[in-house]
């Protein structure tokens, strides 16, 4: 089905919850880069075509210092500030460094943890953005410069918003950054469902692990999710659930080789969604990766799982 096919069916009549988002997302200039910084654009200017109002949508702002320093060290900090990254930090982050990219990753922390307490008040909420979970404490990897996951994490503990964290990482790439940050912390839960056989090449320890390869699809994918969700929901009792919806598990990414297909990825958001919900446990949804061949097909995944989460929300909440 076509695109505009898809969109002829998507239809919008009031959202049961809130949206996140900000026009400086893909004003970033990358040079042409694999990441799609127009995907955010395109996602909320087919959710307006789709009957989104513009109250639907919350602008954020920059995360202060002060945030970034619950994670990240003071000496990363400082380089990324004075722009003094090292040329194998350069490499590492494979993006074309600049004043403006730090802008648009503080941003994009400001943003998550925006959706987290907008998640809190209202059971769901959805970031247009996030998910940059390749970010470590001290360097930044993989287009990744801030760990907005890390940094909404500890910020909402640390003011009490709640106690423990659990994060459901369906990205197809694994989410090392967040997994070495919280390493041994027993109020945050990570969780990675990832592809075993692209980047990162050194896989780090989350709590829990589950690793595919090469062409497993969506048989394979479906049925170990199921094997965990809802159990570790109802094991660790999380206060709140990020859900790391990427897109790159796409059977036509450029950069993951799981093949799975697009109603494979809208079970999978069910699973995650539902499990969480059914439980009255927050989620707050972000989009992480997607670098399909046509960056429609990638929009169409994000409008799915902001559909699946339109009607789960209105299901149990």
């Not at 109250?55 to 619950?70: G, K, Q, R, T």
């Not at 403006?100 to 959805?126: N, P």
């Not at 709640?162 to 694994?174: L, N, P």
């Not at 919900?277 to 997607?290: D, E, Y």
Request: hydrophobic share 40%; charged share 25%.
């Amino acid at each position: 089905m076509s695109l505009r096919g898809f969109l002829t069916r998507f239809r919008i009549n009031k959202f049961p919850f809130r949206f996140v988002y900000s026009d400086a997302y893909w004003m970033v200039e990358l040079e042409d880069h694999v990441f799609p910084a127009e995907k955010y654009r395109l996602i909320y200017e087919r959710l307006l075509h789709k009957g989104a109002k513009k109250e639907n949508f919350e602008s954020p702002e920059p995360a202060s210092d002060e945030d970034l320093l619950l994670v990240h060290s003071p000496k990363y900090l400082n380089r990324l500030k004075t722009g003094r990254l090292s040329q194998s930090e350069v490499i590492a982050l494979e993006l074309p460094y600049s004043a403006e990219l730090l802008d648009f990753a503080q941003l994009m922390v400001g943003g998550t943890i925006k959706a987290v307490g907008l998640a809190l008040e209202d059971g769901l909420s959805v970031h247009i953005g996030g998910g940059f979970h390749h970010a470590f404490h001290d360097h930044g990897e993989g287009f990744c410069i801030l760990n907005d996951v890390a940094i909404a994490m500890r910020k909402m503990q640390q003011c009490g918003a709640f106690q423990k964290g659990m994060i459901v990482d369906c990205d197809v790439h694994q989410g090392n950054g967040t997994a070495e940050i919280f390493a041994g912390d027993e109020t945050v839960f990570t969780f990675s469902m990832h592809q075993m056989d692209i980047y990162p090449a050194k896989k780090e320890k989350s709590t829990l692990d589950v690793g595919f390869w090469s062409d497993d699809g969506d048989r394979k994918y479906l049925d170990s999710l199921k094997s965990h969700i809802p159990r570790m929901y109802e094991t660790f009792k999380p206060d709140v659930v990020f859900y790391l919806a990427g897109a790159d598990p796409y059977e036509r990414d450029q950069l993951g080789g799981l093949t799975v297909t697009l109603a494979g990825l809208k079970e999978r958001d069910g699973i995650v969604i539902q499990g969480a919900l059914q439980l009255k446990i927050p989620v707050v949804i972000l989009f992480a990766g997607g670098y399909a061949f046509d960056v429609m097909d990638t929009v169409e995944i994000h409008l799915n799982t902001i559909k699946m989460s339109q009607k789960l929300k209105r299901k149990y909440l």
